[in-house]
């Protein structure tokens, strides 16, 4: 009767191990600062990558020595979907609550996760559980008129 278990035991050690490795590399934190140029309305970085449902945490600074004074937020939003969240952007400017409030986030199903509006000089911490769904998942400033050219992507890997 002891002579199965001797074989389990192993097995089920085995196992434990994997699965204690596997939940290690979940919990490693992903970090980046994100930081707007100081001269045009720009990210320093363009794009990063992170693994699926890993642990995010991004830094966005705001100059204060910036040229522009503008403000700037991050949004990341779903797959392909970056131009119809920029455009709500826009069209948000007819709300008055819109850059006080709603911090210049749109109404939209497409935006995953936001940082708050920041003015130059300060800063903003942004920390979410990266998406299950490996993709490419544009992230941009949605301070009416931004989105264009400040943005990036962050890919995610299986």
Not at 111 to 118: C, E, G, N, T, Y
Request: glycine share 6%; proline share 8%; net charge negative.
């Amino acid at each position: 009767p002891t002579e199965p278990m001797k074989n389990t035991l192993p097995s089920l050690l085995a196992l434990t191990v994997l699965a204690l490795g596997s939940l290690a590399k979940a919990e490693e934190v992903f970090e980046i600062t994100i930081t707007a140029d100081k001269t045009q309305f720009l990210y320093d970085v363009k794009e990063f990558s992170v693994k699926a449902g890993q642990k995010v945490k991004i830094t966005l600074i705001n100059p204060a020595d910036s040229v522009s004074r503008q403000p700037h937020n991050l949004l990341v939003v779903n797959p392909g979907t970056k131009d119809v969240v920029g455009m709500a952007a826009n069209a948000g400017m007819a709300d008055p609550t819109f850059l006080t409030e709603k911090q210049a986030v749109p109404d939209s199903e497409d935006v995953l996760f936001s940082s708050k509006l920041i003015q130059a000089g300060e800063e903003d911490v942004m920390e979410f559980t990266a998406p299950e769904a490996p993709g490419d998942y544009p992230y941009l400033c949605t301070y009416p008129g931004h989105w264009a050219i400040m943005n990036g992507v962050m890919t995610v890997t299986e």
